[in-house]
């Protein structure tokens, strides 16, 4: 959206899906119908609205991951800047003037944590 790089941490539990995607396609990471361009919006929306009516869930948006990510986080004690920083918001005010710093040791922590708190609702729904 604003052209910047954007660096994030890679959690553990992601990294081996990724490595393995990455061996099998070349420069694209979410391959389009042809496997060297990207999925263009239209499709991944139209991807998201078969996931969503396949789910026994009441209604849902992509944009809900997001709220759940900053209270999940938030709920285990992830300090605010940290989650502004792993929704890629710019900190506001004079910390946006003069702190640059990414705090990606602690967006990875907290990464962490987010999906070990996701896995252990997992497996104690599992049956």
Do not use: C
Not at 10 to 28: C, F, G, H, N, Q
Not at 32 to 41: A, E, H, K, V, W
């Amino acid at each position: 959206k604003t052209n910047k790089p954007i660096r994030r941490p890679i959690p553990t539990k992601v990294r081996s899906i990724l490595e393995r995607v990455m061996a099998t396609y070349d420069d694209v990471l979410f391959p389009g119908q042809d496997l060297n361009t990207p999925i263009s919006i239209a499709a991944a929306n139209r991807y998201i609205r078969r996931i969503r009516e396949s789910l026994p869930l009441e209604h849902w948006r992509t944009h809900d991951f997001r709220r759940s990510l900053s209270t999940g986080a938030s709920e285990l004690g992830v300090m605010p800047h940290v989650v502004e920083k792993m929704l890629g918001h710019e900190l506001g005010g004079v910390l946006a003037v003069y702190n640059k710093h990414d705090w990606l040791d602690d967006q990875l922590k907290a990464y962490e944590l987010y999906a070990d708190k996701l896995t252990a609702y997992l497996d104690s729904n599992d049956g």
